[in-house]
């Protein structure tokens, strides 16, 4: 079988992945998708515990967790959309204008 | 009739608030009959309550209205109706009404008719409460009221820097003594726990030690200077000629300069615990009292001569209030309303034909051209000189002879100090008194070119001649031995000396007086008729001395330097060093270095979305690793 850290391993470099996609790429969907991977790692993370742990609870935070990217995801979309329908483009340099 | 007293003060309050609120609207003819109604009906009352008062023994308190009620304390908006105050009364209205009168005449061409007789029936009213009060409390709001009341008639023509400046300078002197005169009611409360005069007067033998009761006199008589004008408060008194001339009337005669010694006379209780107060009452009264009359000897703006004359007069009172002759200072105060308001009514009646002249270089030869006023004013420089049976002789005298003759200054020096400085003052009075009429009324015209001289309307000359009679006659109710006012006033002063020593003495002393007076009127005639070259000569051989007292010995001056510059400068250091340097420097700093680290740090806030993820990247670094490591 394979052992847990190796899970947890998978997880950790797919988070760190998903982290520096957030922080490097410009693309406003591109930078949703990897929130989405920051959430399916984690969630990969709490099954990794459950099952090494023989508990269900892991599992059950997973598909709120996955409740919560699926809201995520249509909430911001739906602001991506809007923004697009302003400015003719989803690059978050762009979108600049709140400041000082 | 004494329960009608409160109608005394009803009728000019009636008429400030009419002539104040719609007096523009219903016409001057109105206006002038409104104020003078109020003010005479004021003194037919007044006239009332004397009636009722004779052979009465006491006073009476007639309440109007609870004031202030705290617990225990109250103050009653009372008024004090006895002999003392009903006198004063009459005087306050009588010799007000006249001037009122008069005043329809003088102000006739004036745009600010309706404000003029407002603030003087406002004037009369303050000095009413003042006189008729029957606590401390009122009658402190009485005498601040006449002291608001003369700031905004002495600048009246508040057009003229001069004026306004005067009016300041009325406000700011005499609201130094009532500094001291409000510790003093306060000083009053803090022993007596109350302010009635009734009960402070009945606990003061009992409950004052010598020290306290000294130091409440000298307090209430730092009021009294300011408002008398004492030295050395007197400053703003020849100033106060900048208002209209009915003003300096009124402020001279009835109501202002009159409280102080009124005060004193009123609180007499209390001023005869404190010798040292009495003391220097009187010696400040007599000091005064020479010194403005040699300021007034070679003043030119004749209307400066009775202001100076004026304070000298004061002096006399507070000279007589000192030695304990308080029904002599009150008689002398009185027959002092009727010849100065009679001469600076005269004054402006001449000033009223030469088209607003002052200057006596620029008058003579009036008397033929101005009969009435030169009669009348010749009267009132009579009274004023101390001439023999005329009302200044007598009430002068009087208070002379219980200076010599007083058993409350313990010294008998001292005493023929005061006496000599007395006598000595009153040939000075005759000399200036007499100088005005030669230079103003005889001698060759010096008047301008082109002035068209003229007699004043009856509305002017009739007030004048009612009050040239007063100034004859006013002295006989107090003839020595026969005096109706002392008699009058005995209530009041009910342990006052009776004690006359020898008759010859006194016979003598006022034959003494009677030659001093006519000694200066003859010099007087003299050096400014007969020899009219001589006030020249002598003013340039004593060169020093006549510029001394030209210059009023410079004591505006040395006040100026001595006290008001450098109150100025610690008040200019104050408001732009101090308070705009350090305390709006500190708030104005703080805000400006939040503002300088708030214009720095929203750079922070660059809007781009990696620069937030980043943020919240190492935020979420630092609070693991801080768990991690912990």
């Not at chain 1, 990217?69 to 923004?83: F, K, Q, Y």
């Not at chain 2, 809007?607 to 690793?625: F, Q």
């Amino acid at each position: 079988m394979i052992p847990s850290s190796y899970y947890l391993a998978l997880s950790a470099i797919i988070f760190v992945i998903a982290v520096v996609g957030v922080l490097v790429r410009r693309n406003a969907i591109v930078i949703l998708m990897c929130i989405e991977m920051m959430m399916g790692a984690a969630g990969l993370a709490f099954v990794t515990f459950s099952r090494y742990l023989n508990s269900l609870d892991g599992q059950v935070v997973v598909f709120l967790v996955m409740a919560v990217a699926a809201a995520e995801v249509a909430v911001g979309l739906g602001i991506i959309l809007s923004i697009f329908r302003h400015k003719e483009t989803t690059d978050v340099d762009e979108i600049n204008l709140l400041k000082w | 009739m004494l329960d009608f007293a409160w109608l005394i003060l009803l009728f000019p309050l009636l008429g400030v608030l009419i002539n104040g609120f719609i007096g523009n609207r219903t016409g001057r003819r109105w206006v002038g009959r409104v104020a003078c109604g109020a003010v005479g009906l004021s003194f037919l009352v007044g006239v009332g309550v004397f009636f009722a008062l004779l052979g009465e023994e006491h006073g009476h308190t007639i309440p109007i209205f609870s004031w202030i009620t705290v617990g225990d304390f109250q103050i009653e908006a009372a008024l004090l109706v006895d002999q003392l105050s009903t006198l004063m009364t009459l005087v306050v209205t009588g010799v007000g009404f006249l001037i009122h009168v008069y005043s329809i005449g003088y102000m006739a061409e004036d745009e600010r008719y309706a404000r003029f007789f407002t603030l003087l029936n406002l004037f009369v009213f303050s000095m009413l409460t003042l006189v008729l009060a029957d606590n401390f409390l009122l009658l402190y709001v009485g005498w601040e009221l006449v002291g608001l009341c003369s700031y905004l008639l002495i600048g009246f023509w508040f057009e003229r820097p001069s004026a306004a400046e005067a009016g300041k300078k009325a406000f700011l002197v005499t609201r130094v003594g009532d500094f001291g005169f409000a510790l003093g009611v306060m000083l009053i409360f803090a022993t007596f726990g109350t302010l009635s005069y009734a009960q402070v007067f009945e606990q003061a033998p009992q409950t004052l030690t010598t020290g306290l009761a000294t130091a409440i006199t000298l307090l209430l008589f730092a009021g009294a200077v300011g408002k008398s004008a004492q030295i050395p408060l007197y400053v703003w008194l020849p100033d106060a000629m900048e208002g209209p001339t009915p003003v300096s009337a009124l402020i001279h005669a009835a109501t202002m300069v009159t409280a102080g010694v009124y005060m004193v006379a009123r609180t007499h209780a209390l001023f005869e615990l404190a010798p040292t107060s009495m003391t220097l009452v009187a010696v400040i009264g007599a000091v005064t009292a020479f010194y403005a009359a040699t300021i007034a000897l070679v003043q030119n703006d004749i209307k400066r001569v009775l202001a100076y004359s004026t304070i000298s007069q004061l002096g006399y009172m507070f000279l007589a209030v000192g030695v304990g002759a308080y029904a002599s200072g009150i008689f002398h105060l009185t027959t002092h309303a009727f010849f100065k308001a009679l001469l600076f009514l005269s004054a402006g009646s001449v000033m009223h034909g030469l088209a607003g002249e002052l200057d006596m270089r620029k008058m003579g030869g009036l008397k033929d051209k101005m009969r009435t006023t030169y009669r009348t004013f010749l009267a009132g420089a009579a009274a004023l000189a101390g001439f023999p049976l005329l009302s200044g002789f007598f009430s002068k005298d009087e208070i002379l002879w219980r200076a010599f003759n007083s058993s409350i200054i313990p010294s008998a020096s001292l005493r023929a100090g005061l006496w000599l400085i007395g006598i000595v003052t009153a040939f000075l009075t005759a000399f200036y008194a007499f100088r005005a009429v030669f230079l103003t009324f005889w001698g060759p015209s010096r008047v301008d070119e082109g002035v068209h001289i003229h007699e004043s309307p009856r509305v002017m000359t009739t007030p004048l001649t009612i009050l040239a009679v007063l100034a004859i006659v006013g002295g006989l109710i107090g003839i020595p031995h026969l005096s109706a006012v002392e008699g009058f006033l005995e209530p009041v002063f009910a342990h006052h000396e009776a004690a006359h020593a020898s008759g010859i003495l006194e016979w003598a002393l006022m034959a003494l007086s009677a030659i001093v007076a006519i000694a200066a009127i003859i010099l007087a005639q003299y050096m400014y008729l007969v020899n009219p070259g001589l006030p020249g000569r002598l003013s340039q051989r004593y060169a020093t001395l006549y510029k001394l007292l030209s210059n009023k010995y410079y004591v505006d001056e040395i006040y100026m330097a001595g006290i008001v510059n450098p109150l100025r400068n610690l008040a200019s250091f104050l408001s732009q060093t101090f308070d705009a340097g350090i305390i709006d420097g500190a708030v104005n700093g703080l805000a400006a270095f939040f503002g300088r680290t708030g214009e720095e740090t929203r750079k922070l806030q660059t809007g781009y979305v990696r620069n937030y993820s980043l943020a919240i990247v190492l935020g979420a670094v630092i609070v693991i690793g801080y768990i991690i490591l912990k």
